[in-house]
């Protein structure tokens, strides 16, 4: 969460990063075939290494203090994650509708009384903050689509498991998102998910770089849902080509992507 920079090496410019996909944007928030799915146009997939026994420190805090107070300067919290095979790895996603509202809803919450009020508690359960990718639907049926976002003062797991996969891609013509598209995605519903977002690399320079971000990267990021946890076990091996990382993740008590 920390609003300055941390160990992580990052490389600046978007000259690192070159054309990668079309700049595709979609028109509207909820695509008309599926009105419960959300597509933010920019999306943050946030790992965070803490402190040995802090993550639910931060949970508890974040999901007190810095839910609803993000969303109401613009930016959309999509999930929150306890990393099952990381005990001290806390995951969650964020949303903006583009890359300028990105940069107004940062400034708003970082610079605002809420964090100035927190920062410390929050940044004392922290080791790294630095690993994010920033990233953009496939396309206009890629996005999320999550559930409702239990009250303040919820606690426990969330429901489900969501299963990540986060892969390396050879450049503009790589043939991996249309493979995934084809092959992937309709195993992965075949065994048991409830819903898959396809998200690539976000390529525009980092509009608010107080908070870095892994640049010089090309990626292909998925999620799927799980209300079955074995069934979710199950779909950690499909589609292992050009893999970085696999996650499995088990949401939070106010996560609104859950199984």
């Known amino acids: 969460m920390t609003d300055r920079p941390h160990r992580r090496a990052v490389v600046r410019g978007a000259a690192a990063v070159g054309t990668l996909f079309p700049a595709w944007r979609p028109a509207i928030a909820r695509p008309l075939e599926n009105p419960d799915m959300i ?4 999306v943050e997939l946030r790992q965070y290494t803490l402190h040995p026994g802090q993550r639910d420190v931060l949970n508890d805090l974040f999901e007190r203090e810095f839910i609803e107070t993000q969303e109401a300067v613009g930016a959309t919290v999509i999930g929150q994650f306890r990393d099952l095979d990381a005990p ?3 995951v969650w996603l964020r949303g903006f509708p ?6 107004a809803a940062l400034e708003a919450f970082y610079f605002g009384p809420v964090w100035q009020a927190h920062r410390n508690a929050a940044n004392a359960t922290l080791i790294d903050s630095d690993n994010v990718l920033l990233l953009r639907p496939l396309d206009a049926g890629s996005g999320f689509t999550p559930g409702e976002r239990a009250p303040v003062g919820a606690s426990g797991p969330g429901r489900g498991v969501v299963v990540v996969g986060v892969h390396a891609l050879n450049g503009p013509d790589d043939l991996l998102p249309e493979r995934f598209r084809h092959e ?3 195993d992965l519903r075949d065994a048991g998910a409830a819903s898959v977002a396809v998200l690539v690399t976000e390529a525009s320079p980092n509009s608010f770089p107080r908070l870095p971000v892994r640049e010089g990267e090309r990626v292909l990021v998925w999620f799927a849902t799980f209300a079955d946890p074995a069934a979710a076990d199950a779909a ?5 080509d050009q893999s970085i990382q696999r996650l499995r993740l088990e949401p939070t008590a106010r996560s609104r992507l859950h199984g």
Not at 39 to 42: A, E, G, L, N, R
Not at 98 to 103: G, L, Q, S, Y
Not at 236 to 240: C, I, K, P, Q, S
């Open 88 to 90: 001290d790895r806390y």
């Open 184 to 186: 992937a995605a309709p």
């Open 98 to 103: 583009d890359m300028e509202a990105r940069k």
């Open 39 to 42: 597509v933010s146009p920019v």
């Open 236 to 240: 950690r091996g499909v589609f292992a």
